[in-house]
């Protein structure tokens, strides 16, 4: 039988169309769909083909994100020997960065990923922007601040632009938003971090920021489940307790979680806490816990995405537990990405005997290894891994990103109390003004910007210490305190000192226009509640302190409301206008 040319021709044409989008069907990038999990959606013929060309150890070892500090990296040091080993013969999947300038980081991530068969998932903490590590990175207002403005859309905003600029430092997970119902004043590590203390705030900045990302191809991360709002331990130096029923877990904690989960959060991160209610073994963190990870979280809620430990050099961990208990308790908890263990090969070890011993199945490993896959296909990290080197510094920390942080700054300065209707000052034009600069030491404090642009606001301005005198200020009509006084990681500390509250009730009693700034923690009132005039900024950002003076002198309206109680006479939600 013959064939004509033109049958033979057609049959070309279709097996060649047949192929190309076969090829085609391969290398697109899958894109979230609404009300369904990207990850639970049937995997890609590119991936299927990635894990089957995987041995166990190198699936297991995708699971591993080591830590790096860009600003530390040297060619030829022990570290960069560490890091080349830990790409090509652990094969770990990804790395969480630290401090260093923007020149560092991309120059580090690209080399990581030269080193990397599979592309690596580069991670960092940019809650409230790429500067939180990046020296020369943008900084928005904490997110308490956000939570005060309360403006869906200036979140979605700032979570857009941190994306760009994670992109453009090589970096494609953000660990943020947090999403913590900040209900208990002395919590010594969340505070100005959460968006508040209302979980349906929460709730909506966390939708906002979340979208905000994963529309600017970050991987937002919801942390830190199942809620570290309502402790007084900070879990880097212990394990602290939630000790609530599940009913009130429901009606508060989870709220946040719940939302994200339902607007396609792709990645939860698991805190360091115990929940005794759920978790009935001493000492087992969530981060720890089947029946939190697996049984609430994954069951439960319904979460199909990537599910990623606190990091694990942290005590609430290391104090209980060695590295290799952790990493099988991590993986049948329901973990897929382990940060920061202490140890990456033992770890991997660990994890691998455990298969072979019948403690945990290779179909276990198998879901963590394809999910993780699935990101980095999303990410488009296959098809292109590195990032450009030159003059990123130049796209990073633009005259509109710092327009969109001072736009959300403006919104939140929150007056709280003004029990002689001064604000804001008639006569800082004409007056006399003494800035009193109380700040608890400890990290930086940004002092030196409070000092330059003060007189931009008071034609006649003077600051000082808080060693000042109150006969140093009789001369003065206007008195602004600035307190510098924020939580700080590790130390527990959540006051100011007794000195400094002294100080301001002696200042308070001078008969002048007293008013008390709160760049940080906003709950310091009920330490000095005989103050006439309180205000929060939330934070000591260039920013929120050029909008504390804005609107102590008038150029722009009193807007924020309070995210948080502070007071029995100054709850959540309540402000004056002016």
Request: hydrophobic share 40%; net charge neutral.
């Amino acid at each position: 039988m013959k064939i004509s040319a033109a049958v033979i021709l057609i049959a070309l044409i279709t097996f060649s169309i047949i192929t190309f989008n076969k090829a085609e069907r391969i290398h697109e990038k899958p894109e979230i769909k609404p009300g369904v999990s990207y990850f639970q959606q049937p995997a890609s013929e590119l991936v299927k083909s990635k894990l089957a060309d995987m041995t166990l150890r190198e699936k297991i070892a995708q699971m591993i994100i080591s830590s790096a500090v860009p600003q530390e990296f040297k060619e030829g040091s022990s570290d960069a020997k560490k890091f080349r080993k830990l790409c090509e013969e652990t094969k770990v999947g990804g790395f969480i960065f630290f401090k260093g300038g923007s020149g560092d980081y991309v120059r580090l991530a690209n080399k990581l990923q030269s080193y990397s068969d599979v592309p690596l998932l580069m991670s960092a903490d940019f809650e409230r922007g790429t500067k939180m590590r990046v020296t020369d990175g943008a900084l928005f207002p904490n997110n308490m601040a956000i939570g005060a403005a309360d403006n869906k859309d200036l979140c979605y905003k700032m979570g857009l632009e941190i994306a760009r600029e994670t992109r453009l430092l090589g970096i494609q997970q953000n660990y943020s938003p947090v999403c913590d119902v900040n209900n208990n004043p002395n919590n010594p590590i969340i505070n100005v971090r959460s968006f508040g203390e209302d979980p349906q705030l929460v709730s909506r900045m966390s939708e906002a920021m979340i979208k905000g990302l994963q529309d600017g191809k970050v991987i937002a991360t919801a942390k830190h489940f199942p809620g570290h709002g309502d402790t007084d331990i900070d879990s880097h130096n212990d394990l602290p307790q939630l000790n609530f029923t599940m009913d009130r877990m429901n009606s508060i904690e989870l709220v946040p979680f719940k939302h994200a989960i339902t607007n396609n959060v792709m990645s939860v991160m698991i805190a360091h806490l115990a929940f005794p209610e759920l978790e009935s073994k001493p000492n087992i963190p969530a981060s720890l816990s089947p029946a939190i990870v697996q049984g609430l979280l994954i069951e439960q809620m319904g979460f199909g995405g990537l599910v990623v430990t606190d990091a694990l050099n942290m005590k609430g961990i290391t104090k209980y537990f060695s590295t290799s208990e952790v990493a099988v308790m991590c993986v049948n908890a329901g973990i897929d990405l382990i940060l920061m263990p202490l140890d990456e090969v033992k770890t991997l070890n660990a994890i691998e005997s455990a298969v072979n011993s019948g403690q945990i199945s290779e179909e276990r490993i198998n879901r963590s290894a394809e999910k993780i896959l699935k990101a980095k296909e999303w990410l488009g990290l296959f098809e292109n891994r590195q990032v450009q080197e030159s003059d990123v510094y130049k796209s990073i920390n633009t005259i509109q990103a710092n327009e969109l942080a001072q736009q959300i700054a403006d919104e939140s300065i929150t007056l709280v109390k003004d029990d002689n209707n001064v604000m804001p000052f008639k006569n800082s034009a004409d007056g006399k003004t003494a800035i009193v600069i109380i700040s608890e030491g400890g990290e930086v404090d940004n002092t030196s910007y409070l000092k330059s642009i003060g007189p931009d606001y008071f034609k006649d301005c003077s600051f000082f210490s808080s060693s000042v005198s109150a006969s140093d200020l009789s001369e003065y009509d206007n008195i602004v305190v600035a307190v510098y006084a924020k939580v700080r990681y590790g130390t527990g500390k959540i006051s100011i000192s007794a000195n400094n509250v002294d100080l301001i009730n002696r200042v308070n009693s001078t008969g002048r226009n007293v008013a008390v700034v709160s760049l940080g923690n906003p709950y310091l009132l009920k330490e000095f509640p005989g103050t006439p005039v309180y205000i929060c900024a939330y934070g000591d950002s260039d920013f929120s302190i050029k909008a504390a003076l804005r609107a102590i002198t008038g150029v722009i309206k009193f807007k924020g409301k309070l995210p948080v109680t502070i007071t029995d006479d100054h709850k959540y939600g309540t402000s004056i206008r002016r």
